[in-house]
Protein backbone atom coordinates (compact mmCIF):
# COMPACT_ATOMS: atom_id res chain seq x y z
CA UNK A 1 0.00 0.00 0.00
CA UNK A 2 0.97 3.59 -0.56
CA UNK A 3 0.62 5.89 2.09
CA UNK A 4 0.79 9.85 1.76
CA UNK A 5 1.30 12.23 4.60
CA UNK A 6 2.80 16.18 4.89
CA UNK A 7 3.28 19.25 7.02
CA UNK A 8 4.47 17.24 10.28
CA UNK A 9 5.82 20.45 11.16
CA UNK A 10 8.06 19.15 14.16
CA UNK A 11 5.29 16.60 15.18
CA UNK A 12 6.58 14.38 17.51
CA UNK A 13 8.22 11.50 16.47
CA UNK A 14 7.13 9.08 18.54
CA UNK A 15 3.66 10.08 17.97
CA UNK A 16 4.14 10.00 14.25
CA UNK A 17 5.81 6.55 14.52
CA UNK A 18 2.60 5.56 16.31
CA UNK A 19 0.17 6.72 13.47
CA UNK A 20 2.12 4.78 11.13
CA UNK A 21 1.63 1.71 13.23
CA UNK A 22 -2.04 2.43 13.51
CA UNK A 23 -2.73 2.82 9.86
CA UNK A 24 -0.74 -0.69 9.82
CA UNK A 25 2.42 0.59 7.60
CA UNK A 26 4.67 -2.57 7.08
CA UNK A 27 7.93 -3.02 5.25
CA UNK A 28 6.03 -3.74 2.63
CA UNK A 29 4.15 -0.49 2.13
CA UNK A 30 5.70 2.86 0.77
CA UNK A 31 5.53 6.18 2.63
CA UNK A 32 5.59 9.39 0.55
CA UNK A 33 6.43 12.80 3.24
CA UNK A 34 5.09 15.77 1.09
CA UNK A 35 7.35 18.17 2.86
CA UNK A 36 7.65 20.32 5.90
CA UNK A 37 8.99 17.82 8.40
CA UNK A 38 11.11 20.60 10.10
CA UNK A 39 9.66 23.34 12.17
CA UNK A 40 10.29 25.08 15.83
CA UNK A 41 8.29 22.22 17.76
CA UNK A 42 9.81 19.86 19.69
CA UNK A 43 13.47 18.69 18.32
CA UNK A 44 12.33 20.54 15.03
CA UNK A 45 11.73 17.14 12.90
CA UNK A 46 15.11 16.08 13.01
CA UNK A 47 14.30 12.45 14.87
CA UNK A 48 12.02 11.86 11.79
CA UNK A 49 14.83 12.95 9.34
CA UNK A 50 16.50 11.06 10.82
CA UNK A 51 14.68 8.01 10.74
CA UNK A 52 13.91 8.38 7.09
CA UNK A 53 17.52 8.38 6.39
CA UNK A 54 17.67 4.48 6.96
CA UNK A 55 14.44 3.76 5.15
CA UNK A 56 14.53 2.48 1.84
CA UNK A 57 10.40 2.62 1.96
CA UNK A 58 9.70 6.01 2.46
CA UNK A 59 10.59 9.15 0.15
CA UNK A 60 10.81 12.99 1.76
CA UNK A 61 9.59 15.42 -1.28
CA UNK A 62 11.25 18.78 0.44
CA UNK A 63 8.73 21.11 0.98
CA UNK A 64 9.57 25.24 1.52
CA UNK A 65 10.63 24.73 5.42
CA UNK A 66 13.26 21.56 4.71
CA UNK A 67 14.42 24.11 1.58
CA UNK A 68 14.48 27.28 3.93
CA UNK A 69 16.41 24.73 5.87
CA UNK A 70 18.98 24.29 3.46
CA UNK A 71 19.58 28.11 2.55
CA UNK A 72 20.66 28.79 6.14
CA UNK A 73 24.75 28.20 5.80
CA UNK A 74 24.60 29.02 9.62
CA UNK A 75 23.57 25.87 10.18
CA UNK A 76 26.08 24.01 8.32
CA UNK A 77 29.16 25.86 9.27
CA UNK A 78 29.80 24.02 12.79
CA UNK A 79 30.11 20.29 10.87
CA UNK A 80 33.02 21.97 8.82
CA UNK A 81 34.98 22.61 12.64
CA UNK A 82 34.95 19.21 13.81
Known amino acids: MIYVISDLHGYPHSRFLMLLKNAGFSEDDFLYILGDIADRNGDGGVETLSWL ?23 FEDFGNK
Open 53 to 75: MYRPNAQLILGNHEAMLLGCSFV
